[in-house]
DNA sequence: GGCTAAACGGAAATTCATTTTCCGGTACTC
DNA sequence: GAGTACCGGAAAATGAATTTCCGTTTAGCC
């Protein structure tokens, strides 16, 4: 919701620019720690700020969560770029992005909530794409490498990721893991993924549309 | 809710005894392909009875969970024990053992629902330390034996193949995967816990504590 | 075959966590 | 200091599920 100011209307406010800064911030740490799940009145909680204030900045929860995810997209994105530029290979490269990826989980691709079921923007869409894009070239380059191994594609991988368990950080109110679960899972999976691989993978690759009919599943798209 | 007949009233009809067989059989397989907070609803359907006839032979839907977990995890404690005896070494019989809890996936070791949480019945937690317990004997074997790493634990391991993404399988109502995701999954998953692994797992391992955070987190105990 | 208690089906009522609205009160900005 | 923007959070609206209820159907027994 960058917010584009109408010609004519007076800016912004200061504090209010500040405030949906705030809030953004908090919605991306709670969808990284618990899921898209989450209530609005959570994030409102962590953000410092009340329910009435997110509402004033975004027009439903949906429009909230479809920001978090482009941002992450595109963050990826960027640093799928800086990764293949500066590790010395491919498959560095690989787990660099995987790592990214993890830590911000299914807050990769797509929205969310069990509510039914709403069309992903365009801007999303598009986002989607461009990174399925990239992460296709990397994976590509790794498997020619010979570090991935070939029997995945970036749509098992994307599933992969996904899948991972929330971070389910402390949040203050107490609860929270000891152990980072996501990361320990993480390693093993691509301890797992180094070519050539002992087991053999069951049926074939997931398709384009396993992964839209698993997140329309998982998340209502 | 193996129904004890009240001593003195007449036997249980034969078509509810079986319709009872038919509901149990249907909430696994439901549970199994879309996890545990499918509506009682899609269960009826799968099982080609009615609602009414559902809550005729559980009080609620916490009991049918209940009594399809407990059946789960005393069903791999059987399988688990017969790997044992069966199987060549104990990596063998490790991995026989994962994929059973696989297939069933999160319908292990505990219930559910986003409704507020209530305890677990005696019956779901022994049922739940019996097979932690075991699984803790085999998972020592495997390691003494040196084929899985020895950086993981039995929490941790729980833990993987309860995020394992459910089977999503075609339910005759269209939708449903190509892929096996989780079967791929989890072939991925156990080539990275062969040991010696070359990651190294961050943090330390997964507690009991962390094992029940996750759960009461992610599904309300 | 006929009777009766059991069992069934599924529409309707209930629940309940969340989302979303609203408006009296605050506090930036000029 | 005035005039707006903006904020907070209680309360209303929502909506997906669960659970109840009762008219119908059927198994079990004479």
Redesign the interface.
Known sequence: MSEVVPSGARPQRADARENVRQILRAARAVFAD?GYEVSIEEVARRSGLGMGTIYRHFPNKRALVEEVAIGHMRETCEVLARALAEEPDAWSAFTRVMRHMAEVRSSQLFPVS?RRTTESGPALVAARNALLSDLDGLVGRAQREGSLRAD?NT??LV??M?????R?ADDGAG???????T???L????????AP???????????R??LD??FR??FGI
């Open positions: 618990r069990r995945v749509y098992d599933l992969m996904v899948s991972l368990p929330p389910i609860g929270g893991l000891a152990a980072d679960l990361g320990r899972q390693s093993v999976l691509l301890d797992g993924l180094r691989g002992a087991e053999h993978l069951p049926g074939s690759a997931a398709t549309p396993d009919e698993f599943t998982r």
